[in-house]
């Protein structure tokens, strides 16, 4: 009975495309046999010898042969056109049939013997066209065929992305293509430190260094261009970027806003051209968040106008001090300032670490931090002070001062207010780094999204394999970055011309956006890179193809510069006390105004109409997104005060009560965050309508725009803002967006305008 | 004017602790000064002089010296004690003026006056007793006293933990106690790699490497203690464990499981004793997910029955293949067998690398895959095979061979279901990963929280610094985490007992769960880890801490041994086909029969009284989780059904069908494993109700339970199950337990048992 069904005239021909796709590579299920089985006994148009023989063919102890399958497939083939559609199996059954035996299908009731067919079909589960494929050899698909389009000019949007300062930027991007930037291997941290020293030197040769210093020593005054070079060295080696950070930002800018002319004159000269290297030492090892507590001190001795620097215990020394290990020769020590025995509170010093030969200054000690987890070219060190003397010029004294009598002088009264308004003038460093860290996400992505554009795994039956930025699993996971990413750069960009026009009465507005915007950025771009690294699997662990370092490097700048979760709280705080001055004091409990003065404006109200609206041009209409940011801003914010106050009116000691609300108060400062991004992205959208890469930056908003309010779709719902009917919408909307903008994802992230050898990945290049 | 109001005999004293408040720290805002202004203006009971005194203390040009405001408080701190009590400052400033001149209070309508000023309090924002707290030096907080307490027996619970495995994981953890084991500089990749292989050495030594192999060829048939060893190995270097893993585990069991008598007599013993290092050669760089696909040939010679295996192109080399760089001297190599240019699907064969002197063997060429994110302890390599020769005998032939006619035999005969059915003998080593990576989550949350119960920021004003852990912004970080790892431990123990205990006719349900626990236990170790190093601030980021080792060497394991996403929809692709075989296969399309066979039973019905049900018993009720965990599971793969039913039945191609569904089907995969999960923490719970752990363990079953439902809250409250009332009950819910575990978190740490040589972070130790 071997071939009856292929070789035989016979009218058991009719099963073959059900047969063959039942056993095509599986088992039959009991369930399935009996279903066929008891099929093919109530049929009255197959003898009984055709009936036995089906039967034989349905026994899952004697499978089909390989050798059989396959005649059964080249029979099917034959008989059928390759551009042929049936609707079914039965259908394609019945074309075989005719085409083996016209005469004996002329004798048979065709339709219903074809009825009787898609029943058993229906009853084992195949469904409409889809086994048709197994007989195609290759068709195309929606999936297949969808690509990479140019639909606007690249370098048109990476002018606009520039905003201004093209120059600079092509400026340092060309030194970092030199040949003598050629990445190094990071395993020999003595090699490499000196190596990003080079890299540095090199850059302050180029007087990028001193580029935000005042002319009056040789700067050019130029602080947006100062940011525009951090962003940009950004794109190369992190080391690198942190130390020039360290160098002329932390150390050198310390000197210019902590200290007074003369200490401008005496040192920003030499520092700018890192002549001399030094630190910015405030970090202890047991008191980094909580830096008010810091326990060195400067004890000042009247018999010579002197200060004696000094470390009171071990855990007191300054920790993960940049620059300190190797190559620092001094820095700006913040310390606890006693005179006659009286804490006046914490000040700056400039204190010796090194003389020009690199020998230890006489009472100071370094412990070199080690190996880290990234930036392992940059020399972190402890440093210790034993009764460490220097005169009293050396104190950085436009806040306080030691005057001629010995006493302490301060424009600012409060030790408290004093401190944080110095850390004020340092919150360019909290710029800094959120610029550094999307330059890292920039160069993720774009490794990434050029890799999964041409990268190739699985396909259609019978078809070419398929790039997998088509697959919906990958666009998801790395549009929404993108989206954010750009997001990211618009906001970084108003962050940083609020912070270059800055008015006193702002600080406090600019200090609480820098704070959250630099917590914000961090925490998105470590979660990008994760996301990246596993969306270019095995490749995205060989270090060759870079994330492993821009993901390993960045990883603490969501701690350095203030913890995130620590900023967050503060914004937080600081949005309760409505624009008050020193949020930055954790122990902020003396006054809630907020709630006195803000419960009064009601919240925006829920409509009705608004809460089940899924029209597409609701849903894509920045009114509603707006409004939905707002809300969520409002309503986290107003009920964090409400739910504060009712506990300390109940008698909750403050801390305690701030506690208690501290996932709440992070939120607050997300929200915060998040509708001021929208804003800003927003803002450029409008302002590049009629550009050709309008339409795409409007799509890109509004991925960022929907992909958020998911994120958040919990609360909206526990709100009731939305019901959903109008969430799941958006997870439509948000799937269809991200299909469509992986057309445009390639030219999107070569608008970031990355110099090739500093992506240098070979998976970015199809290598 | 100066010291009126604290000197002078005057009624302004009983300004002072308003005003102490109101400029403590900060500035005076405009609103403020004439809220107060304006209320001193009114008020009867001052004189002018006295009224122009307090005016000229408003004035924000001239703040109150820091000599004065010390002065202020001193006076406060005279007229009242440590233990007082006040309702408001209000009532402060009344005690304050009696006790300076009790004579003229009493001339004084007292309770008026305080009236008065607890409108001012109200108005400039001051709230309840807040203040009052500025002027204690110290007083306790509940967030203070929180602390580590020992409830259950660490010993006990540790034993539970072992399930039974005490002596080997004994004999391990000694073993890696050993001075030998001491860690080591991972920077030299050369040095490190051969330390590694020394460690396994020594492990072998120890006969752990063959403990799995049958007795026959000397090993002890114990699977369970196999994977006992690799998971207590684990609290260990990690590349250790992944040598051990690669030699042992794959190169090994690939023999044992797709070889013959011949093969295992012949191989086994000296793989057990790692005198014959090899590999497991399957990826290639074109075809890692889609292993299906690879290019790697094996073509039969009829005229002296051999194979040649051969490299086509660049593209198809082996890559990322572990001990193939320096130390593997054969392979077990999955090629296409080729026999007369016909195609017969992929086989495995064993294939020499070295010879025993490590000089290449002739025809293969081999390049290092370099520094990689982590586990450079792992010599990966790329392996590239020039017309290789090996005789017939070395075909691993259980599943197919060549018979003496040089003419293929296989017991299967679709090429695709026999490659699943070799892939599926290998499902041991997809529970290896995830058992190894809870260890490095153990271990991870062992530093953490250990240093967070030490580590001290911040505290109550005047008051001493708290243990971090006692934040519940920490604790939202890292008590879900500790319940996760719990939940982890008893899914993985069910795991490995279903696969030890396996039959035929389960295996397409292990090998779903195992794919799915291996996804699901790796991505939680990724981002639990990230949560430690962030948890652990700048102490995390250096190496000697050892979050940066455990993070960056099992970041791959989310991708190798099949990357996360694919394997969560080849999860759901088995759930969808209700138990059928081969669901490997990503072209999946012939027949859906879960919608048929499955829509007919309904739902879990939604009851309107437990939408809005907040009770906590309610809430802490297994029923419930289990009820919600069942509802998820069967409702995403339900309309996952429906879904692709509708899209394919509409004429869609399913690849592109399963391509729009994506993202739903690995939703389809993960909330089928964390209902597994689930089932088997409670199971767990149940089962130690009487012990001292018990209760405590309860708890984190709970945490566990509502943390996953707070997760999905959007989806939950999106299909009605429940409403916000109850998802915000289950916020605070989740709050209080998180703030109860914290007590006991310590313990439940210490019960992993990680020995402190392994542990090693200094932080962990108070260091």
Redesign the interface.
């Known amino acids: 009975m071997e071939n009856k069904l292929t070789q035989h005239q016979s009218k058991t021909i009719v099963f073959l495309p059900i047969l063959y ?7 039959l ?1 009991n369930q399935e046999r009996l279903t066929f089985k008891s099929f093919i006994k109530a049929i009255d148009w197959l003898d009984e010898e055709e009936k036995s023989f089906l039967f034989s063919r349905l026994e899952p102890d004697s ?4 050798t059989e ?1 396959e005649d059964w497939y080249f029979t099917i083939r034959r008989f059928i056109h390759e551009e042929q559609d049936f609707e079914s199996l039965s259908a394609m059954g019945i074309a075989i049939l005719i085409g083996q035996d016209k005469e004996l299908s002329q004798t048979l009731d065709l339709d219903r013997i074809q009825n009787q067919l898609k029943k058993l079909e ?10 048709i ?2 007989f195609k050899s290759e ?1 195309p ?4 065929t969808h690509s990479t389009e140019k639909v606007f000019e690249v370098e048109e949007l990476a002018k606009f992305l520039e905003a201004g300062q093209g120059p600079i930027i092509e400026r340092v991007k060309k030194i970092i293509s030199r040949s003598s930037f050629a990445y190094v ?1 990071p ?3 003595n090699f490499y430190r000196n190596q990003v020293l080079e890299w540095c030197k090199i850059i302050a040769d180029e007087g990028l260094g001193k580029i935000g210093y005042p002319k009056e020593v040789g700067g050019d005054g130029d602080m947006e261009a100062y940011f525009s070079v951090m962003e940009t060295l950004s794109y190369h080696d992190l080391s690198m970027v942190i130390k020039f950070g360290v160098q002329f930002g932390l150390w050198g800018m310390s000197i210019y806003s902590l200290g007074t002319s003369r200490h401008h004159k005496k040192y920003l000269p030499s520092i700018g051209t890192l002549d001399l290297p030094g630190c910015f030492a405030m ?1 202890e090892t ?5 830096v008010r ?1 810091i326990e060195t001190t400067a004890t000042y001795h009247h018999k010579d106008n002197s200060f004696v620097i000094h470390t009171p215990h071990e855990k007191a020394r300054k ?2 001090i940049g620059n300190a290990a190797m190559h620092g020769k001094m820095a700006t020590v913040f310390a606890k300032l006693i005179i006659d025995e009286k804490d006046y509170g914490v000040s700056a010093f400039v204190v010796p670490l090194r003389d020009d030969k690199g020998k230890l200054w006489p009472g100071v000690s370094i412990e070199d ?6 930036l392992n070219g940059v020399d972190n060190g402890l440093i210790s002070f034993d009764q460490v003397v220097i005169p009293r010029e050396e104190m950085l004294d436009r806040f306080s001062s030691v005057n001629d009598r010995g006493e ?1 002088e ?1 424009p600012i ?5 004093r401190f944080f308004t110095m850390l004020g003038t340092l919150v360019g460093g909290r710029i800094g780094i959120p610029r550094s860290a999307l330059s890292a996400a920039k160069s993720g992505l774009a490794i990434t999204i050029k890799y999964s554009d041409t990268r ?6 019978g ?1 070419e ?1 398929v790039p997998i930025l ?5 666009q ?2 790395l549009m929404p970055w993108l989206a954010k990413t750009y997001a990211g750069q618009f906001a970084m960009q108003y962050m940083t011309q609020r912070f270059l026009d800055r008015k006193e009465e702002e600080m406090q507005e600019i200090e609480a956006m820098a704070a959250g915007l630099k917590a914000y950025v961090t925490w998105n771009t ?1 979660a990008l890179l ?1 996301e990246c ?2 969306a270019c ?2 490749k ?5 193809n870079r ?2 370092a821009l ?2 490097d960045t ?2 700048y ?3 510069e203030g ?3 620590v900023l967050m ?1 503060l914004v937080a705080k600081s949005r309760l006390g409505a624009y ?3 949020f930055e ?3 902020f ?9 803000k419960t009064k404006t009601s919240l925006t109200e829920k409509n009705p109409l608004i809460v089940r609206n899924v029209d597409e041009a609701h849903l894509l209409d920045p009114d509603f997104h707006r409004n939905a940011f707002e809300y969520r801003e409002k309503d986290v914010l107003d009920s964090a005060a409400r739910r504060l ?1 009712r506990l ?10 701030f ?5 709440h108060l ?1 939120n607050v400062g997300k929200s915060y965050i998040e509708r001021l991004v929208l804003e800003q992205f927003n803002a450029k959208v409008k302002e590049v309508e009629d550009r050709s890469f309008g339409p795409v930056l409007k799509k890109l908003y509004d991925l960022f725009a929907l992909s958020l309010i ?1 994120e958040n ?2 609360w909206y ?4 803002y939305v019901e ?1 009917v109008k ?2 919408a958006i997870r439509k909307m948000i ?1 269809q967006l991200c299909w469509e903008i992986r057309k445009d994802a390639v030219p999107l992230v070569e608008a970031f305008g990355i110099p090739d050898s500093c992506l240098a990945a070979p998976i970015a290049f199809g290598r």
């Open positions: 796709v039942v056993w095509s590579d599986r088992t299920s499978p089909p042969s390989r399958m229906i009853e084992l589960g195949i469904i409409g066209q889809s086994a494929y197994l068709h698909t929606v999936t297949t291997d395993s020999d941290l970090t047991n008191h980094g968040s909580n507590g920790e993960y931090c080690g190996r880290k987890m990234g302490f301060s009264a409060s030790d408290n207010r190739r795994q699985f396909g259609p039956e078809g394999e088509n697959y919906r699993m990958h998801r996971r470590t994760q690294r596993e699997g095995g995205g662990y060989l270090s060759e994330i492993d993901k390993n990883d603490i969501t701690t350095f913890d995130n979760t709280q008050r001055e020193q004091n954790m122990n409990f003396t006054i809630l105004n907020y709630v006195a003065s106050r300390i009116g109940d008698g909750m000691d403050p801390f305690d009560a506690n208690v609300c501290q996932h992070v998911e779709k919990g719902l526990e709100q009731g959903g969430t799941k799937n």
